[in-house]
């Protein structure tokens, strides 16, 4: 490492890296869709799906299925509630209550689909989190969310 | 080539229909949306159940499908909106799920999804969601 390099990031909390492994390749849909993990934060977190010839919704224009975008939002809510949820108590499963999403437009051609939630208010039993998806640009979402979840106890290590 | 055809090779054609395994079975203008049961569907490895996620796009799917048979011909409807309500896990077998168009105006309809698996008087999920039908852009 060069004097110029910015310092190393300090690594993320053992509980972090947990939720982050649990949640980009632990369940089989989420290796399906090829999710990435980004970030997670107490609170927030970030993921996103890369644009595959096999998650093409439209094949007249190669745009990625809505579908994806439904999945890669409600995976990201989790991932916020957990995070949320996991710094103050162990933790925590979650059950999905609803799932509002706002299609603003589709994502472009051949472009993958970007997610960041926040759970901005949790309960000792409820979450309730807001999401946003981008292709290129966060400030122009293809998708906005708004979702309650249960937490369903601690799940087991 | 009638609506039934034309949903049928729009939905045959479409890789992440395909990724899924969503099927649409009907009957007359009555469909019936089936998705059955596959691992890599599973968003909960302890219940087993299925994801979230997955649940969402199989509704959407069956409302856009029978959208498709309710007003052809034209560009195929858009999403604009849905809520999607999860009333206990989806089990690890087939579901079928029906969507009832309850209006239809000239540019935007509203919809509503059940999904059941055993039972279709006991849904484990359900849909309501507004789509566009004109071409005109938002």
Redesign the interface.
């Known amino acids: 490492m060069s004097a110029g390099d910015p310092p190393p990031k300090e690594p993320p909390p053992e509980m972090y890296r947990q939720l982050a492994e649990r949640m980009a390749g ?7 869709l090829g999710i990435q993990f980004i970030s997670v934060t107490q609170g927030r977190g970030s993921m996103a799906v890369p644009w595959r ?7 007249d224009t190669q745009v ?5 975008v ?6 990201t809510c ?1 991932l916020a509630i957990s995070s949320a949820a996991a710094s103050s108590s162990g933790m925590f ?1 979650t ?9 603003m ?2 994502a472009r051609p051949r472009m993958g689909v970007t997610c960041e939630a926040h759970c901005y208010k949790l309960t000792r039993t409820i979450g309730f989190v807001r999401a946003e998806a981008w292709d290129e640009d966060r400030a122009d979402p293809i998708a906005t969310a708004q979702a309650a979840f249960a937490l369903t106890g601690p ?2 290590a | 080539m009638s609506a039934a055809d034309q949903l049928q090779g729009f939905l045959e054609r479409t890789p992440y229909v395909r990724f899924l395994g969503f099927k649409a079975e009907l009957d007359g203008d009555a469909l019936v949306g089936v998705l059955p049961f596959s691992e890599h569907l599973v968003g909960n490895t302890f219940i087993p159940a299925l994801h979230g996620g997955v649940i969402g796009a199989f509704l959407e799917m069956t409302a856009l499908a029978q959208l498709f048979i309710v007003q052809p011909p034209g560009p195929r409807p858009k999403t604009i909106d849905v809520t999607i309500e999860y009333l206990k896990p989806g089990r690890a077998q087939t579901s079928y799920a029906r969507a009832e168009v309850r209006k239809i105006g000239r540019r935007v309809a509203n919809v509503h999804v059940d999904a059941w698996q055993d039972d279709p008087k006991q849904p484990f999920a359900a849909l309501r969601g507004h789509f566009l039908l004109s071409t005109a852009d938002r």
């Open positions: 632990g369940t089989p849909q989420s290796q399906a010839e096999d998650l093409v919704g439209d094949p990625i299925a809505g579908g994806v439904t999945s890669l939002l409600d995976h989790g499963g059950a999905t209550l609803d799932l509002r999403i706002d299609y437009r589709p799940r087991p």
